[in-house]
């Protein structure tokens, strides 16, 4: 049965589980194991399209994916990103988030930052949108920030990315993502705020925790942050598969009597 956003709302301490999951059949496998939540981010840019970056992705590709997503997890309350400028302004918000919730089938949005997008978090909030957000390492604008590095070591990050959690529930946020920061930084957050907060690679002290398909089960070649633990080693396990298949059709193996009408 697919929690409501009130669930959420009143989740913290629970342990819950977010996967991020970006088609049909990861989303339908996503849902078969269980999870709370299936986020759809913008990480497929990445993992899924080859860019190098979440810059690129467009809300059409969101939208895409959102769809296929959303058609293998019917039942798995399903969290969108916006992507990258489309909540530049608080029109341009709305828009997005209409797309995703109404064609997509998203249950809420996600977007990154802290003080700096409380209007745009206020704003579509009243509007009646559920909104995850995202503070620590932010890779929108992970150029800005020094690249894919640690955030919050120094006091005056730790307390930017506080006041920036704190704002965000202040806004109307269901809950905060903290991605990349020290582990006490992420206990002191997940204590002072009232609703839940999911940690990627911040540690145990989060309400829950969020890691990408594709990295859970060894998907993505050799590239393994430190907070990703491998599940399965998936990639060596396709491509026996396939090397086997290769093998098999150019020896007249396959297809063989069974295989034939």
Partial sequence: MRRTVKEFRQAKGQRLVYLTAYDYPTARLAQEAGVD????????????LGYSSTVPVTLEEMLHHTKAARRGAPDTFLVADLPYLSYATLDRALFAAERLLKEGG?????????????????????????????????????????????????????????????????????????????????KEITERLSIHTVGIGAGPHTDAQVLVFHDVVGLYGDFKPRFVKRYLEGEKLFLEALSQYVREVREGVFPAEEHSF
């Fill in 106 to 186: 998203a249950d809420a949005v996600k977007l990154e930052g802290g003080e700096e997008v409380v209007e745009i978090v206020s704003g579509l909030s009243r509007a009646g949108v559920p909104v995850l957000g995202h503070v620590g390492l932010t890779p929108q604008t992970a150029s800005q920030l020094g690249g894919y590095k640690l955030q919050g070591r120094r006091p005056e990050e730790a307390e930017r990315i506080l006041k920036g959690a704190l704002a965000l529930e202040e806004a109307g946020a269901y809950g905060v993502v903290l991605e990349m920061v020290p582990k006490e930084l992420a």
């Fill in 37 to 48: 939540a299936i986020l759809v981010g913008d990480s497929l840019g990445m993992v899924v």
